[in-house]
Each structure stands twice: as C-alpha cells, then as structure tokens.
C-alpha cells in the first residue's frame, strides 16, 4: 500500500516530536511492505507568521487530499497577545470542522513499566487501566445556540444551550460500538439523563442503535458517577462514550491518571474523509529546542493513524510494541525519569523506538 500524509507540525515542540514520529511509522510501515509519503503544510502560530491565518486555505486543501493528517501541537506566548480570531488554536478548532471530524478518541492506557507514573493507589492501579473515551466533537454547549452573555432584569446574564439532534447521538454510538468490537466488547455510555433532556434523548438513541450491536455489552452511568469511577475502579472500563462536555472533563481526568502528559495519543475521525492524529499535550513552550519533548505520545499517536488512519494494523501493534519495548529496557525522557533509568533526549528515544521497530 502506498499512503499519502499531510504533516502539521505546528509550534513549540511540535516539529521536534513530528520528526520523531514519521521516523517511526516510516519505519513500521516498510517493515509490511507499505509505503508512506509526507508533505508539509502551516498551522498555528507558525502559518500566522508565514501568511497572517492560524489556517491558511492551501492548508486546509492539502489536508483534505491526504489519507491522513498527522499534528504536533499550536500555541506560544508570542501569539497571547493576538485577537481571538488569530490566535493559533483557532486553527486546530478550523481544521477539526473542516474536516467534519465529529469523533475523537482518547485512549488511557497504563503501561505497567510505567505504573509508577500512575496516580493511584498500587492496588487500583494493579488492576490495569485500558480504556478509551470517544467524546462527541461537534454538538453540544459548545456549538447551540442561543448563546451569549445578554443583560437581563438589571444584571448580565450567561447563556449557552446544550444541543444534540438525534443523527448526532446516533452517529458518535456507532463509531463507540464499532470499536468496542476491536476491544473487549464493552460500552458505557455516560450522560446526565436524571436531569437534562438532552441527555435523555442521547440515552435512548444509544439505547436505540444498540440493537444493531448486540454482540456489544451496553451499559450508562451519570457523569458525577462516572468520574468517581473512573478514579475508584478504572479497569472496569473499555469504551467510554460521551457527549462533548463531559468527553472534554473525562477524557482529561482518564488521561491524567496513568502518568505522564508525554505519553498520551489522541484520534478525531469523521464519516469519511482523512482523520487527523495528535499527541494530547500542547506545544510545551518551556522546552520547546532544547530536546527535551518526549515524542512517545506522537509516536503512539502515529500508531493510531496507522490503525485507524491508514488500516495498517500490523504496523500499529509493531510501533506500540517498540514504544514498550524501549521502556522496558529503562530508557526514559525528563518528564518520566525514574531512578535507576537512562535519560533520554527527544532525537535519542526517537531513535531507540525505531531501532526497536526494525529488529521486533
Ligand atoms: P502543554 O501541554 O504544552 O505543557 C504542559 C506541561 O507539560 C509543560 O511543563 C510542558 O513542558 C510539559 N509537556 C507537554 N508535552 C510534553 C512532552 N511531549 N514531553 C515532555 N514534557 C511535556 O500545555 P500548556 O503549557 O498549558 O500550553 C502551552 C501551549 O500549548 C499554549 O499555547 C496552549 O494553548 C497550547 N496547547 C495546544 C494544544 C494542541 O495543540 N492540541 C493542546 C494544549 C495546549
């Protein structure tokens, strides 16, 4: 197979974990006989300062002639001071809605040669965490309308509307269902349908779409539960699915308790078209140049493009068995340094993840 990639490599530390990451998925996708090509465009910061847009109309074009898009991260203190509209996270929020991607995936996972990293106890923790959250990405508070801030009886008054059509709900369920069935089969759907309309509608269409996927087990619990379960009994979870504003405070609270921000992937897909695959974290200001990034979470989220971006599934596994392979032999960058390990820089752990890919 032959496969063509738009890379985004954004601010900050974002070239320095990208350069990381195409080595690695080169690498694992030639080890299957798959070959990748690269072509660069300009996000964030970096396109407001080549052509004044956080999203330039030649970026947008080459993302939508890709197979897939493959994001560093956008933002710096040298673009705070711009105006809303040219600041350069108005580019990541632009190119998701260019691309229709309504899905995004926030798989945690605890690697057991970082358990340390982990912030619970050693025996919630013991018990594995393996999950991923799809949150909605295109509805909710976020986007309804009415919405704004309007002076009422004397005094302002905030506005925002939480929406959901019922296409919406059923679409987001599909794409949990269908990857529960490349898991462990399981689904709980969280909402708040003790209290919002909205939420009931998003439990009955999930209800509803269930019976095209009996083979999955379907289970619901209330937001406030669900994040106290999340910290209590993690490894009672394969597949979250959720609303946008839920999905943004879980997929967060999820992530943050198997360790370090530098590790975490991340996938938006849409109904058809490229997806686009991103670490979580941000542009890391602080080292960005120095190489210091730790380019795990852009390697794993090449993982996830190989997978679900580019159908290359055998790639994927070999990429993220590199990644755990690398930790199990002690090397570690600043962010996840334990005693007794080797430190690591950016280039250097890159090239231990693709030396692990050519001889596993
Ligand atoms: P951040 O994620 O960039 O950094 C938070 C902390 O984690 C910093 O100390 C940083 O050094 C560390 N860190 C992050 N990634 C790391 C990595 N790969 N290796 C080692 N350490 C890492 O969040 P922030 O400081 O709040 O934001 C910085 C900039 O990034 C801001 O402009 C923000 O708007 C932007 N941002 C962008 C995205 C994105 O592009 N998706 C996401 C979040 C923040």
Redesign the pocket.
Known sequence: MRKHICLLE?D??GPE?ITQGVAAIKAAASRFGHELDFEKALIGGAAIDASGEPLPAQTIEKCRRADAVFLG????PKW?AHSHDKR??KG?LGIRKALGLYANLRPALLMPELAGACLLKPEIAAAGIDLVVVRELTGDVYFGEPRGIKEHGGERVGLNSMVYTEGEVRRIARTAFELARSRRRRVCSVDKSNVLETSRLWREVVVDEHKNYIDVELAHLYVDNAAMQLVRAPSQFDVILTGNLFGDILSDEAAVITGS??MLPSASTGASGPGLF??V???????AGQD????L?AILSGAMLLRLGLGMPEAADLTERAVRAVLAEGCR???IMEPGKTLLGCVAMGQKVVECICKL
């Open positions: 954004g900050g530390i974990i991260a956008v933002g710096g705070d350069p996270e990541l921000l530098g991103e670490p974290h941000g542009s890391a200001p602080d080292i210091k990034a730790n380019p979470a960058t600043a962010d």
